[in-house]
């Protein structure tokens, strides 16, 4: 859809440039013989075709358009990028949701046991457990009072 929308725009802002081109390099030829150019001119698309209907002959409209044009480009850019950086974090979790780390923590553990760490980690963990539950019950203790 942004990729869409992107294109778009992207065809606007350039039959407001073909324009504005048509209008600076304009010298004594009527609207009717650059338009008539124009179209038989064989790399204009359809889409660039119809982006450039109802656009102003005002030299300075159309740089305003331009300019316009413009900022929508940059901000579908923008939208476009966040879009695939979502996308490209929900692919990161996915994967994570979906590994076995069951394997890792085993071997984890069994190496800690082995150079004799565990049983001193689970001892720091107990305190620190028992550490937090004092300090909530102290102060609930104060909230209660």
């Known amino acids: 859809m942004l990729q869409e929308q992107l294109g778009a725009v992207q065809a606007r802002r ?5 324009k504005l081109s048509d ?3 304009k010298n004594g030829a009527t609207a009717m013989d650059t338009d008539a150019a124009a179209g038989s001119n064989g790399g204009s698309s359809g889409v660039q075709q119809q982006a450039g209907s109802g656009l102003p002959d005002d030299e300075a409209e159309l740089q305003q358009v331009a300019a316009e ?3 929508e480009i940059a901000r579908l850019q923008d939208e476009l990028e966040a879009e695939k950086a979502k996308r490209a974090n929900w692919h990161d979790e996915n994967i994570r949701r979906k590994h076995n780390y069951i394997p890792f923590l085993f071997n984890f553990l069994k190496l800690l046991a082995e150079k004799r760490q565990l049983k001193r980690l689970i001892d720091e963990a107990l305190e620190e457990q028992q550490r937090q539950q004092k300090e909530r019950h102290t102060k609930a203790a104060r909230m209660e009072a």
């Open 14 to 18: 350039q039959a407001v440039l073909d």
């Open 23 to 25: 209008t600076a390099g």
């Open 69 to 71: 044009a413009e900022g």
